[in-house]
């Protein structure tokens, strides 16, 4: 059974780089028929597609994010790993990965538990 | 502001049956049959109840339907349940630069 668990620090400060990792299991990332992706969602608030990474390292960024965002995959230990650079308190969120396919055609199928990354000094 | 518009909150009783949009426009919903809709109660994670437009996954009852037209999609719960109590959200592929856009979210309200 695929499980998704993301994993990084909850806090961060304001404009530094906000980090974290998920790692698949139960498949291998390395599937031609799955994208692999960071949405986020701040308190209270609704869910924002961050962005998305291949197997191959092909990656696909939200235009409104993406000078901020690097989206990387580690084949060799199936993770994806999420870069936010110069944070603000506005990057305050639960984020999620989630596996879709090919132009979202079968949704977000598969999602993990959401990791909370507060930004604070 | 979301990229796609949603009402903001819709309410019904049990066993009614309710309607929530989501109007994007033709660089979205209105050219790609690959709409999603997903559910979330509070704390929880999201959950897929349809993708493709109306397809619905393993295991989501035939109680949730999805449609389109034109630029706008819809989501429909029959029987509403106590359980149906959540907030919904629609998705859309949205092209080569955009590629993914979310709906802001409705907040529905079983009476």
């Known amino acids: 059974q695929l499980q998704l668990q993301e994993s990084g620090p909850g806090l961060v400060k304001p404009s530094e780089t906000l980090s974290l990792t998920c790692t698949v299991s139960?498949?291998?990332?390395?599937?031609?028929?799955?994208?692999w992706a960071w949405i986020r969602q701040p308190p209270g608030r609704g869910l924002e597609w961050i962005g998305t990474v291949y197997y191959n390292g092909d990656t696909y960024y939200n235009p409104s994010l993406n000078s901020r965002v690097t989206i990387s995959v580690d084949t060799s230990r199936d993770q994806f790993s999420l870069r936010l650079s110069s944070v603000t308190a506005a990057d305050t969120a639960v984020f999620y990965c989630a596996r879709h396919g090919t132009m979202i055609r079968g949704g977000f199928d598969s999602w993990g538990q959401g990791s909370l990354a507060t930004v604070s000094s | 502001q979301s990229a796609l518009t949603q009402p903001r909150s819709v309410s019904g009783s049990p066993g009614q049956s309710v309607t929530i949009s989501c109007t994007g426009t033709?660089?979205?919903?209105?050219?790609?049959?690959?709409v999603s809709w997903y559910q979330q109660h509070p704390g929880k994670v999201p959950k897929l109840m349809i993708y493709a437009v109306s397809e619905r996954p393993s295991g989501v009852p035939d109680r949730f339907s999805g449609s389109k037209s034109g630029n706008t999609a819809s989501l429909t719960i029959s029987g509403l349940q106590a359980d149906d109590e959540a907030d919904y959200y629609c998705?859309?592929?949205?092209?080569?630069?955009?590629?993914?856009?979310f709906g802001g979210g409705t907040r529905l309200t079983v009476l």
């Open positions: 139960g498949a291998s990332i390395s599937t031609s028929a799955y994208y």
């Open positions: 998705c859309s592929y949205a092209g080569s630069y955009t590629h993914v856009v």
């Open positions: 033709r660089s979205d919903v209105g050219t790609y049959n690959f």
